[in-house]
């Protein structure tokens, strides 16, 4: 089906027109629930005779509704693992999340405040939605194609392992690719380019992560560029072979990031640090699960209910998401996103990241958690 480029630049047109259009539809966030101040005993009440009633206990202070919309799936382990482990409760926080289909679905429902936080993948839609005046601020990073742990790759048909071996081997050959405005075209691209070669060198054509697996095992595709589970599955059924991870391709590539409503950094400042506090406790959490193993049975729990992923077994195979524990957020990538787009006519125009980028709330949580060490 030809290049990744220009010609799917009406693509990019229609998913901006469709992300301000899903506004309508997305779910409605959770407001912050009005604090009340503690009760308190009337002065005259020290004169009162013995026989007065008790005055009425000091009020708790209820804990602040937020909601978090995002797309289900190991990038938002974090969320799941605070959640669970009682972290967001420690911070006075009631947190739940609302499902979308596709990340840039909440960009719309961020920006006016149907929701307070969205966990979302970075996208054209995004930088699209930014420079039409959608205020929001990105205040930590989330997963990214950390070295050693990229949950997705390219995968390569098992008759062709010995045949596709370096980057210049696919041209001329069939890939499969879930959109052409995505993170795994931008790898792909960068994969290309550094070997000499163009988008036009391969033949591409845009099947969803299942339908690819399919397609390798019906020899309809030569290489599918897909994520966890589906890398493991294929490799498992003896499909195909995991031939390159993504940090191979575009190493510390941003692929999610924190992303917060301005009415609710502006209205509770200290509610948006302490989020990030918890959150990043469960970040470190699956560092701690899936680099050094511990308490990983009770981790891989919480993914399982929360997760499309209800296979426990699979997580033992699956390589894990790169989630940075500290929250780190690569700007460089973000930028070389941009050029991306822009040479491909997904987006109109480039955007300041200064604009958008917000890591004052970050640099607040770290400094009282600390950089990350592993737990014994």
């Not at 980028?357 to 958690?369: I, K, N, P, R, T």
Request: aromatic residues 8%; proline residues 7%.
């Amino acid at each position: 089906m030809g290049s990744i480029g220009n010609r799917w630049g009406w693509i990019g047109a229609l998913a901006l027109s469709l992300t301000i259009a899903c506004t309508a539809g997305a779910p409605a966030g959770s407001g912050a629930t009005a604090h009340r101040p503690p009760a308190t005993t009337p002065p005259q009440a020290a004169a009162a005779p013995a026989t007065t009633a008790p005055a009425a206990p000091t009020e708790a202070r209820a804990p602040l509704k937020l909601t978090v919309g995002e797309v289900p799936g190991t990038p938002s382990s974090g969320i799941y693992l605070a959640m669970a482990h009682g972290y967001f409760a420690e911070e006075g926080l009631e947190v739940e999340t609302a499902p979308f289909d596709a990340g840039e679905r909440t960009i719309p429902a961020l920006a006016t405040g149907q929701i307070e936080i969205s966990a979302s993948g970075l996208s054209a839609g995004l930088y699209g939605a930014i420079s039409r005046g959608a205020e929001l601020k990105v205040v930590a990073g989330m997963s990214r194609n950390e070295p050693g742990y990229s949950s997705s790759a390219a995968v390569v048909r098992k008759d062709l392992a010995d045949t596709i071996r370096e980057v210049p081997d696919l041209r001329g050959r069939t890939a499969g690719l879930i959109a052409p405005s995505t993170s795994f075209a931008i790898d792909a691209g960068r994969a290309l380019r550094a070997a000499g070669m163009t988008d036009d060198d391969v033949n591409w054509t845009i099947l969803s992560f299942p339908d690819q697996v399919a397609a390798l095992s019906n020899g309809a595709i030569d290489v599918g560029f897909i994520t966890e589970p589906f890398v493991a599955r294929a490799v498992q059924s003896g499909i195909g072979v995991r031939w390159k991870g993504m940090d191979d391709f575009f190493p510390n590539h941003q692929l999610t990031v924190v992303m917060y409503n301005p009415d609710f950094v502006r209205d509770h400042p200290d509610a948006a640090r302490r989020w990030l506090v918890a959150y990043l406790r469960g970040a470190r959490d699956f560092a701690d699960a899936f680099r050094h193993g511990r308490d990983k049975a009770g981790v891989i729990r919480v993914l399982v209910e929360n997760t499309p992923i209800k296979d426990p077994s699979l997580y033992e195979v699956m390589v894990p998401s790169g989630i940075d524990p500290n929250g780190a957020l690569n700007q460089e990538s973000m930028n070389y996103d941009q050029d991306w787009y822009l040479s491909r006519g997904f987006i109109r125009e480039k955007i300041d990241l200064a604009r958008v980028v917000d890591l004052s709330y970050l640099d607040a949580a770290l400094q009282g958690l600390g950089p990350y060490q592993p737990r014994p």
